[in-house]
């Protein structure tokens, strides 16, 4: 594996700058449904809305306004200021108008914040540069020690050396140990060995990237990517979407194809439950619901993800469990306002907004909700517990293996 990226990565606005002249000013990024009178698909198409234009219900927040605001700093015609720059940082890249447009608008999002970062420092938020020195100083997310990132995994005996790899990402390390200690019973109750990297893991980098910094997601990369390789592993597998896309459509980007295949557990757990090698054993009479995280049913860069039935399969399978699909699924899933973590961490109460309106959704068809998503986890349990909801909500694989006995 090369210490450099293979290929040189054109940053900032200059990167999207020809896309940007290509909005048709359609309004299809503003949504369609009920919500939007002005909109309305007439019920031939499912409803949908861009969660910031739901909730500052201002056309500024639109992607359409986002290409008219980077086309006219691309070009030179207006200077970037804070009310400018709250759009951007808002905005939870949650990639549903970017599944609907042509243009990349979601990654105009993602290039804004590197030209703000890089030319208009004073509106660059302090929490995110907090964030960049976390990973590039200490390897993950939260500053915390690197020696106590595969702490989670004591008592398992977890190998540095199997087929399967599991990248447990930031948050399952350090804030969701039972998660991360759940998916490596799941993969050993199917008949598998699972192995890890240990305290070399370091983040994904796709943080860092989502806030504007290309060059630490570049970094993480190489390293994560020459430890794996060296584990021999043939197929990695991430609880976290966010590793997941990192994996999936970042790295190759970067370091060029990659010598092992990627794949979220939810997709592991739908095919080994069809296969008969996971059996659920444990019955949970309840009725349940799972929300989509962003990076499984949609990418930007012109990568689509489905990643919708597995999970949706595996937790039909556990006996006794309604499962009840609630409004805004699948592709057009609401975000829960994690938003990569840069919405969240710059902009905490409107983050707060979108978890107290995705948890409502839940608890009005079920009492549990299970997510896929470390982030989303923590973001919905935060908005069922504020609405003061009679909600549970839970992370897949400590569901499923609840449910497999384990
Ligand atoms: S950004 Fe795309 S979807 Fe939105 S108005 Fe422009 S062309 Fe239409
Ligand atoms: S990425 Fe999501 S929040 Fe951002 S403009 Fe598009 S739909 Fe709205």
Redesign the pocket.
Known sequence: MSTSPSVTRISGLERVKDQLTR???????YGRGPHLPFADGGGVVPNWICPILDQFKFISYS??SQ?YMARLVAYGHAEPDESMAKVFYTCTTCGI?DS??P?P?ADTVCAMREEIRSNYASLYPGALMTRESNIRDKKNFFGASPEARDRWSEGLDVPMKADILYFAGCYASYRQPEAARAVVKLIRAAGQEVATVGAEEWCCGQPAALAGNWQLIEEMSLHNVEKIKASGAKRVVFSCPECYRAFKVDYPNIVGELPFEVAHVSELYGEWIRAGKLKLTQEMQQTVTYHDPCFLVRQSLGRRQDVSEPPRSAISAVPGVKFQDMDLNRRFAYCCGAGGGVSGDVYPEAAAWFAAKRSTQAAEVATQLITACPRCYEQLSQGARAEGLSLQVSDISEFLAVAAGL
Not at 23 to 28: G, L, R, S
């Open positions: 909005c048709i000013a359609c309004t299809e990024c992607g359409r290409q108008c609907i447009c243009r608008l």
